[in-house]
């Protein structure tokens, strides 16, 4: 299949400031639980594009930072580069400590890569990640695979990542060193991830993106069949207690809503008429208590603005109480994450 055309930065700042909203409930403290960092010249999203998101009018308290392949290291053992990774976050995450940008403590936590498929010949580079930075709390290895599509990440994951058995010894390194997983994949995949977690309790996993109802290929036009595949398995997995979920990703082109074709950029009430069904699925499935909102920055940034989209998440809550609200935007990614703030 043909990748989806993603622009590039400048021309989506060009795109995005012919549409822009004042932020609803400004007082509302948001800890956004999911954006990355790069730097790929000539393209760059660092410590100045991530202010000017959170200086949009709202609350944003802090931040969880999730790998995306940047800045490993160039020299040493290979095993060890992505440490690199986690340093480079560190420092971003120091400078903001220092309070001279502002109140919002941009990556509180830090969620790093190892391959897990080394084994039990992981726990090195797990502690190294440890010692690298105190804000350090797990890891990520991106599993999606599909059988049609197969894998559009830029690690090109293989099938059958999550029931691999060298992957799951190193997953078992996890739990006893204080960590936990972020689970990236697929819709026709949280079978796999239902099993890894009934196998592993005793190890919190973080669902990524809703868990990717995807819209694009053979799943195009075929919206409901997706939607009903995808809730009756995320409804399964919300009986494992020990995952929580990320509701946000659906801006990923890869879900087919088609917002980064339009000529104007969406509001907030587009986008939430357009969510609605998959966000009242995640809340009502595991609770409010193991939800949390996500920007997924910059890559929702192909489909919606940052002020604009958080309004849409506060849309989507509004009939919500407010101890629900509170776990939505900040309760539960402080919880999940052990976010010292």
């Not at 980064?260 to 986008?271: A, G, I, T, V, W």
């Amino acid at each position: 299949m043909t990748p989806i055309p993603t622009r590039t930065m400048a021309e989506l700042n060009r795109w995005h400031v012919t549409y822009t909203e004042a932020a609803l409930e400004p007082d509302l403290p948001i800890i956004d639980s999911h954006h990355h960092m790069w730097d790929r010249p000539p393209e760059r999203y660092a410590l100045d594009e991530l202010l000017t998101e959170f200086v949009s009018g709202h609350n944003i308290r802090a931040s969880v930072f999730v790998e995306c392949t940047a800045m490993f290291r160039a020299d040493g053992p290979e095993a060890l580069k992505p440490i690199g990774e986690t340093e480079y976050v560190n420092g971003v995450a120091a400078a903001s400590a220092s309070g001279i940008y502002g109140p919002s403590r941009l990556c509180a936590g830090i969620v790093s890569y190892a391959d897990l498929t080394a084994g039990e010949a992981v726990r090195p580079l797990l502690e190294a990640h440890t010692r690298a930075s105190p804000r350090f709390r797990g890891i990520r290895q991106q599993a999606q695979h599909d059988p049609v599509l197969g894998s559009m990440a830029r690690r090109r994951p293989p099938p059958g990542l999550l029931k691999n058995p060298e992957f799951r010894a190193g997953f078992a390194a996890l739990a006893p060193l204080g960590l936990s997983f972020d689970a990236y994949l697929y819709f026709t995949q949280l079978d796999e991830l239902h099993d890894l977690a009934k196998t592993f309790p005793d190890t919190t996993i973080i669902l990524n993106h809703a868990g990717t109802p995807l819209g694009i290929g053979p799943y195009e036009g075929h919206r409901q069949n997706v939607f009903k595949t995808w809730s009756e398995s995320l409804r399964r997995l919300a009986g494992c207690r020990n995952v929580s979920l990320k509701i946000g990703g659906l801006g990923m082109t890869l879900c087919g809503f088609g917002l980064h074709e339009r000529e104007m950029p969406p509001s907030s009430d587009d986008l939430a008429e357009l969510w609605r069904p998959y966000v009242e699925v995640c809340i009502d499935a595991f609770g409010a208590t193991r939800c949390m909102f996500e920007s997924n920055f910059p890559v929702d940034k192909q489909s919606c603005g940052y002020p604009v989209l958080w309004n849409a998440f506060k849309k989507l809550s509004a009939t919500r109480s407010a101890e629900e609200r509170t776990d939505l935007f900040s309760g539960t990614a402080r919880r999940v994450y052990r976010l010292d703030l």
